[in-house]
């Protein structure tokens, strides 16, 4: 007998687990930065586009022969499309190159991210006769399981990533047994900055060539296993500074425990806390976080704001369901800080104190606001 999850749509469950981040108007962080000789495109990416279904508030992890309930649901376009998602809601131009099926699912994901979330997929191909990558994810007790279906896609990634305008930066996942791909070194060679993160590696190894691609790269954004793994080291901070042997900008992210990180073109080094919210679903967090990053070393910001808004961003998506719709735009920024500042509270006082950087970044005509963005949900008409 196999395992079911069943979903029960209460409305007391679902509001709270299914409700949507805010809306806002687009803000460019970029704008006094805009020249006709720069690049249109500040985000390029390349990679899998997953059809994502998300179950939130399971009672227990689902075992053979047993049927779970899950509190919420939401549908989202899940893969490559986190950190596009994140990136363009934080005011990015945001470019991917993706296959995707000619299928409910690829209709879904396409929609969503060209009208939605203003993402440019000239780049990407509508694939007939093959169906979209699915991934089903499990949210419980603040981590998930995931099970994924997929076939490769007849169109090779690296073929259509070629397609992908010329960037300010590009990102790329670091893996075993592979370099950094050659649409990424042609962007790089042209004037933009990779930024690159790790995959888990199932195998154990961890395989220490995989340090050797960083000589391509900008900076380098894994969480602490990943970097203490791959570095040999016993601590964050010791792997930090293993990694900053081979790539100019290293951070080193710890969840809640925060994160630090060391950048040689600025000659700064950077430690912060981390910021721990409400979690209904952890999925995503890590490309937002990254997108954030990206956000604030292409503003030039100092690293410490750059870690404070990193870490900012990503507590402030695991609120919401889902990988990519989860993701904060700049109202959702607004609105936290909003309620911070005016909070007399010690801790709030000592959050105003740190992230009082956001005075000068968020417009206060943008609060309050009840608007929220699509429910992520396929196929909801109304």
């Given at each position: 007998?196999?395992?079911?999850?069943?979903?029960?749509?209460?409305?007391?469950?679902?509001?709270?687990?299914?409700?949507?981040?805010?809306?806002?108007?687009?803000?460019?962080?970029?704008?006094?930065?805009?020249?006709?000789?720069?690049?249109?495109?500040?985000?390029?990416?390349?990679?899998?586009?997953?059809?994502?279904?998300?179950?939130?508030?399971?009672?227990?992890?689902?075992?053979?022969?047993?049927?779970?309930?899950?509190?919420?649901?939401?549908?989202?376009?899940?893969?490559?499309?986190?950190?596009?998602?994140?990136?363009?809601?934080?005011?990015?131009?945001?470019?991917?190159?993706?296959?995707?099926?000619?299928?409910?699912?690829?209709?879904?994901?396409?929609?969503?991210?060209?009208?939605?979330?203003?993402?440019?997929?000239?780049?990407?191909?509508?694939i007939p006769d093959w169906h979209s990558p699915f991934t089903v994810s499990l949210a419980y007790r603040g981590?998930?399981?995931?099970?994924?279906h997929e076939h490769p896609s007849p169109t090779p990634q690296e073929e259509m990533a070629h397609g992908l305008?010329?960037?300010?930066?590009?990102?790329?996942?670091?893996s075993t047994g592979t370099g950094v791909p050659q649409w990424a070194l042609d962007q790089a060679a042209n004037?933009?900055?990779?930024?690159?993160?790790?995959?888990?590696?199932?195998?154990?190894?961890?395989?220490?060539?995989?340090?050797?691609?960083?000589?391509?790269?900008?900076?380098?954004?894994?969480?602490?296993?990943?970097?203490?793994?791959?570095?040999?080291?016993?601590?964050?901070?010791?792997?930090?500074?293993?990694?900053?042997?081979?790539?100019?900008?290293?951070?080193?992210?710890?969840?809640?425990?925060?994160?630090?990180?060391?950048?040689?073109?600025?000659?700064?080094?950077?430690?912060?806390?981390?910021?721990?919210?409400?979690?209904?679903?952890?999925?995503?967090?890590?490309?937002?976080?990254?997108?954030?990053?990206?956000?604030?070393?292409?503003?030039?910001?100092?690293?410490?704001?750059?870690?404070?808004?990193?870490?900012?961003?990503?507590?402030?998506?695991?609120?919401?369901?889902?990988?990519?719709?989860?993701?904060?735009?700049?109202?959702?920024?607004?609105?936290?800080?909003?309620?911070?500042?005016?909070?007399?509270?010690?801790?709030?006082?000592?959050?105003?104190?740190?992230?009082?950087?956001?005075?000068?970044?968020?417009?206060?005509?943008?609060?309050?606001?009840?608007?929220?963005?699509?429910?992520?949900?396929?196929?909801?008409?109304?």
């Amino acid at each position: 007998m196999q395992t079911r999850v069943s979903g029960k749509q209460g409305a007391k469950s679902s509001g709270r687990l299914e409700s949507a981040p805010l809306v806002g108007r687009p803000h460019d962080v970029l704008a006094g930065d805009r020249e006709p000789d720069r690049p249109a495109v500040d985000l390029a990416l390349s990679g899998t586009v997953f059809f994502d279904i998300v179950l939130t508030g399971l009672t227990a992890p689902p075992a053979a022969g047993t049927e779970v309930g899950a509190e919420g649901m939401g549908s989202c376009p899940g893969g490559v499309a986190n950190l596009a998602v994140a990136a363009s809601r934080l005011g990015l131009r945001t470019a991917v190159a993706a296959a995707f099926g000619e299928d409910v699912y690829g209709d879904f994901a396409w929609e969503t991210l060209s009208e939605q979330e203003r993402v440019d997929l000239s780049a990407s191909r509508r694939i007939p006769d093959w169906h979209s990558p699915f991934t089903v994810s499990l949210a419980y007790r603040g981590d998930r399981s995931m099970v994924t279906h997929e076939h490769p896609s007849p169109t090779p990634q690296e073929e259509m990533a070629h397609g992908l305008p010329q960037a300010r930066a590009a990102f790329v996942s670091l893996s075993t047994g592979t370099g950094v791909p050659q649409w990424a070194l042609d962007q790089a060679a042209n004037g933009a900055r990779i930024f690159a993160d790790v995959g888990w590696d199932d195998s154990g190894t961890w395989c220490p060539s995989v340090l050797e691609q960083l000589r391509h790269c900008h900076a380098f954004v894994p969480n602490a296993i990943e970097a203490m793994s791959y570095t040999r080291t016993g601590s964050p901070a010791s792997a930090l500074s293993a990694l900053a042997e081979y790539v100019p900008v290293a951070v080193v992210t710890d969840g809640p425990r925060g994160a630090l990180a060391v950048d040689q073109c600025t000659g700064e080094s950077a430690e912060v806390e981390g910021l721990v919210l409400e979690a209904v679903d952890t999925t995503g967090a890590g490309d937002v976080f990254g997108a954030a990053f990206i956000v604030g070393t292409l503003a030039n910001w100092p690293l410490e704001q750059r870690l404070r808004f990193a870490n900012l961003s990503a507590a402030l998506s695991l609120r919401h369901t889902g990988g990519s719709l989860s993701a904060p735009g700049w109202a959702d920024i607004a609105s936290w800080w909003g309620r911070t500042a005016a909070d007399h509270g010690e801790t709030a006082r000592r959050l105003a104190r740190d992230y009082g950087f956001l005075a000068d970044l968020v417009p206060l005509s943008w609060l309050p606001t009840e608007q929220r963005r699509a429910s992520a949900t396929i196929g909801l008409r109304t």
